[in-house]
Protein backbone atom coordinates (compact mmCIF):
# COMPACT_ATOMS: atom_id res chain seq x y z
CA UNK A 1 0.00 0.00 0.00
CA UNK A 2 1.13 3.13 -0.87
CA UNK A 3 -0.38 6.46 -0.16
CA UNK A 4 1.32 9.70 -1.65
CA UNK A 5 -0.17 13.49 -0.38
CA UNK A 6 0.53 16.07 -2.85
CA UNK A 7 -0.46 20.01 -3.05
CA UNK A 8 0.30 21.96 0.20
CA UNK A 9 2.88 25.00 0.17
CA UNK A 10 2.42 28.48 2.36
CA UNK A 11 -0.65 30.55 1.67
CA UNK A 12 -1.90 33.96 3.64
CA UNK A 13 -5.17 33.62 5.59
CA UNK A 14 -8.34 33.64 3.33
CA UNK A 15 -6.45 31.74 0.77
CA UNK A 16 -7.01 28.41 -0.95
CA UNK A 17 -5.74 25.19 -1.45
CA UNK A 18 -6.46 22.01 -3.19
CA UNK A 19 -4.24 18.53 -1.58
CA UNK A 20 -4.38 15.51 -3.58
CA UNK A 21 -3.69 11.83 -2.60
CA UNK A 22 -2.99 8.95 -4.49
CA UNK A 23 -3.88 5.77 -3.36
CA UNK A 24 -2.26 2.03 -4.82
CA UNK A 25 -2.06 -1.69 -3.48
CA UNK A 26 -5.05 -1.65 -2.46
CA UNK A 27 -8.99 -1.38 -3.30
CA UNK A 28 -9.52 2.31 -3.10
CA UNK A 29 -13.36 2.38 -4.25
CA UNK A 30 -13.75 -0.10 -1.67
CA UNK A 31 -12.73 1.89 1.63
CA UNK A 32 -13.89 5.01 2.85
CA UNK A 33 -10.66 7.80 2.70
CA UNK A 34 -10.41 10.23 5.14
CA UNK A 35 -7.97 13.54 5.60
CA UNK A 36 -5.92 13.93 8.96
CA UNK A 37 -3.59 16.61 10.15
CA UNK A 38 -0.74 16.82 12.57
CA UNK A 39 -0.53 20.54 13.82
CA UNK A 40 2.68 19.90 15.96
CA UNK A 41 5.82 17.02 16.05
CA UNK A 42 4.42 14.46 18.66
CA UNK A 43 0.62 15.78 18.51
CA UNK A 44 -1.90 13.48 18.18
CA UNK A 45 -3.13 13.42 14.47
CA UNK A 46 -6.82 14.65 13.96
CA UNK A 47 -9.21 13.53 11.49
CA UNK A 48 -10.56 16.14 9.09
CA UNK A 49 -12.94 14.98 7.01
CA UNK A 50 -13.92 11.50 5.58
CA UNK A 51 -15.81 10.15 2.44
CA UNK A 52 -17.59 7.09 1.49
CA UNK A 53 -16.91 4.75 -1.18
CA UNK A 54 -19.37 6.06 -3.68
CA UNK A 55 -17.99 9.36 -2.24
CA UNK A 56 -21.65 10.35 -1.30
CA UNK A 57 -21.79 10.70 2.02
CA UNK A 58 -18.90 13.19 3.65
CA UNK A 59 -17.85 13.91 7.26
CA UNK A 60 -16.03 17.05 8.49
CA UNK A 61 -14.58 18.36 11.67
CA UNK A 62 -16.03 21.28 13.30
CA UNK A 63 -13.42 23.20 12.84
CA UNK A 64 -13.39 23.07 9.00
CA UNK A 65 -16.81 22.27 8.27
CA UNK A 66 -17.86 25.19 5.54
CA UNK A 67 -14.42 25.94 4.29
CA UNK A 68 -12.77 22.40 3.46
CA UNK A 69 -14.36 19.83 1.19
CA UNK A 70 -13.38 16.22 0.40
CA UNK A 71 -14.28 14.36 -2.74
CA UNK A 72 -12.48 11.35 -4.81
CA UNK A 73 -12.30 10.22 -8.38
CA UNK A 74 -12.19 6.25 -7.78
CA UNK A 75 -10.60 5.68 -11.87
CA UNK A 76 -7.99 7.83 -10.86
CA UNK A 77 -7.14 6.22 -7.00
CA UNK A 78 -7.42 9.77 -5.95
CA UNK A 79 -9.05 11.39 -2.76
CA UNK A 80 -8.55 15.39 -2.73
CA UNK A 81 -9.40 18.13 -0.01
CA UNK A 82 -10.22 21.53 -1.12
CA UNK A 83 -9.58 24.23 1.43
CA UNK A 84 -10.75 27.43 1.59
CA UNK A 85 -10.93 30.15 3.75
CA UNK A 86 -7.32 28.80 5.48
CA UNK A 87 -7.05 30.27 8.89
CA UNK A 88 -3.83 29.91 11.00
CA UNK A 89 -5.07 27.37 12.76
CA UNK A 90 -5.22 25.63 9.55
CA UNK A 91 -1.45 24.87 9.82
CA UNK A 92 -0.54 21.47 9.73
CA UNK A 93 1.19 18.61 7.81
CA UNK A 94 -1.58 16.93 6.18
CA UNK A 95 -1.66 13.08 5.48
CA UNK A 96 -4.45 10.53 3.24
CA UNK A 97 -5.99 7.41 5.09
CA UNK A 98 -8.10 5.22 4.31
CA UNK A 99 -10.63 4.91 7.52
CA UNK A 100 -12.24 2.25 9.22
CA UNK A 101 -12.69 3.81 12.37
CA UNK A 102 -9.44 4.36 12.67
CA UNK A 103 -6.37 4.79 9.68
CA UNK A 104 -6.22 2.15 8.07
CA UNK A 105 -2.54 1.74 6.49
CA UNK A 106 1.11 3.57 7.27
CA UNK A 107 1.13 6.63 6.83
CA UNK A 108 2.46 8.95 4.23
CA UNK A 109 5.13 11.38 4.17
CA UNK A 110 2.30 14.00 4.22
CA UNK A 111 1.76 17.70 2.49
CA UNK A 112 3.07 20.45 4.61
CA UNK A 113 0.05 23.60 4.63
CA UNK A 114 1.01 26.74 6.22
CA UNK A 115 -1.40 29.69 6.79
CA UNK A 116 0.69 32.72 7.40
CA UNK A 117 0.28 36.46 6.53
Known amino acids: VQLVESGGGLVQPGGSLRLSCEGSGFTFRSYVMAWYRQQAPGKERELVA?????????NYADSVKGRFTISRDNAKNMVYLQMNNLKPEDTAVYYCNSDIGSPLWYWGQGTQVAVSS
Open 50 to 58: NINGAGGVT
